[in-house]
């Protein structure tokens, strides 16, 4: 039975996924839902999504959530190419780098935050977008100088092959620009973010292709 991923095409964290099973070359089923219809709220979605959050992954009778969780669930079953290569130390920095941004970054932007933000806190839409702004900008900075400093930094985040860092990274970028963010101040970042968007994994992958874009 193939991989089927629920899926919005402009989350950024279903967007980490697609790279993932991109670079991995696995095939699967795109299953749209809709956040800004509400469609994660309603069955048949929220009948097996507890958190009624995109992505989820079904792999035969095995339901996974988390971006993070489901790409180290591929990394495990199916581990070539590498997204978490080298050592221990490689590999824990690989996936600070990863969580600088999908902890530190995300979770305070995404859509449910900027509603509450608009809905019940009463902020107007221009407090929302320098609240969004300020987030991303300070906290790519924090990405940028661990990427600058690094002599373990190569073409990629850490070397010279894409990684669970380089999933993580480019769709926080895709939503930086889309609310006009200051990027000038992450030039590494966006050194590996052009070098990313070279790559027919990270191509195939963007919000642009999937099927469900509009």
């Known amino acids: ?24 070359g696995l095939s699967y089923d795109y299953v749209p839902v809709h956040l800004l219809k509400n469609e994660q709220l309603n069955p048949p979605f929220s009948d097996i999504a507890a958190a009624k959050l995109v992505p989820l992954l079904k792999d035969d009778d095995h339901v996974l959530a988390q971006s993070l969780a489901i790409i180290e669930y591929l990394e495990e079953t199916h581990p070539e190419p590498r997204l978490l290569p080298g050592d221990a130390f490689a590999r824990a920095r690989i996936r600070g780098l990863a969580l600088d941004i999908a902890c530190e970054i995300h979770p305070i932007n995404n859509l449910r935050v900027l509603r509450y933000l608009v809905h019940e806190m009463k902020i107007s839409d221009d407090d929302k977008s320098r609240w969004y702004r300020h987030w991303v900008e300070t906290g790519l900075d924090t990405v940028e100088r661990q990427l600058a400093s690094s002599k373990d930094t190569g073409r990629f985040c850490h070397g010279d092959a894409p990684t669970l860092a380089e999933c993580v990274l480019v769709p926080q970028i895709f939503n930086a620009q889309r609310m006009d963010c200051r990027l000038d101040h992450v030039p590494t970042v966006m050194r590996i973010h052009d070098e990313c968007m070279k790559h027919e994994a990270f191509i195939s992958a963007q919000p642009s292709a999937c099927p469900d874009a509009s």
Do not use: E, T, W
């Open 1 to 24: 039975m193939a991989l089927q991923l629920y899926n919005y095409f402009r989350s950024s964290a279903s967007y980490r996924v697609r790279i993932a099973l991109a670079l991995k």
